[in-house]
């Protein structure tokens, strides 16, 4: 498992309630302690805020505040999200990405039916 992926599947597993000790972290993947908070640090680097309570670690609850992006935006995330280099990998990343286009190119569409601009070629 690569380290991307880790802390791909480390958002996911944080994105809890319950939350999750170091050493269940690490077991989880295999990895150690040290392992687990220099991970913790790289999500936090990302802007992902982490809550520590209880002994447990997981993903401050930001769903209220959502990012708001202009078709320009969206767009380019979008190509940069369909690199090919990213498809051929397999995994929860890519499963995690293909998601993610999906709902990007929804959004793309329901802005275009808004505004009334005319459908690109491939959604015909």
């Known amino acids: 498992m690569s380290r991307a992926e880790r802390l791909f599947g480390l958002s996911q597993l944080l994105n809890s309630k319950v939350g999750h000790t ?13 392992t687990v908070f220099r991970d913790l640090g790289a999500l936090e680097d990302q802007g992902i ?22 078709s320009g935006e969206l767009a380019l995330v979008k190509v940069a999200l369909s690199n090919p280099a990213l498809r051929r990998r397999r995994g929860s990343v890519t499963q995690g990405l293909a998601a ?20 690109s070629s491939r959604e015909e």
Do not use: N
């Open 22 to 34: 170091v050493e269940e972290i690490a077991l989880h993947f295999g990895v150690s302690q040290r």
């Open 49 to 70: 805020p982490i809550d520590f309570s209880d002994g447990r670690y997981r993903i401050h609850d930001s769903r209220s505040t959502p990012v708001s992006l202009d």
């Open 100 to 119: 993610l286009l999906a709902k990007l190119e929804a959004a793309l569409r329901a802005r275009r039916s808004e505004s009334g601009s005319p459908k």
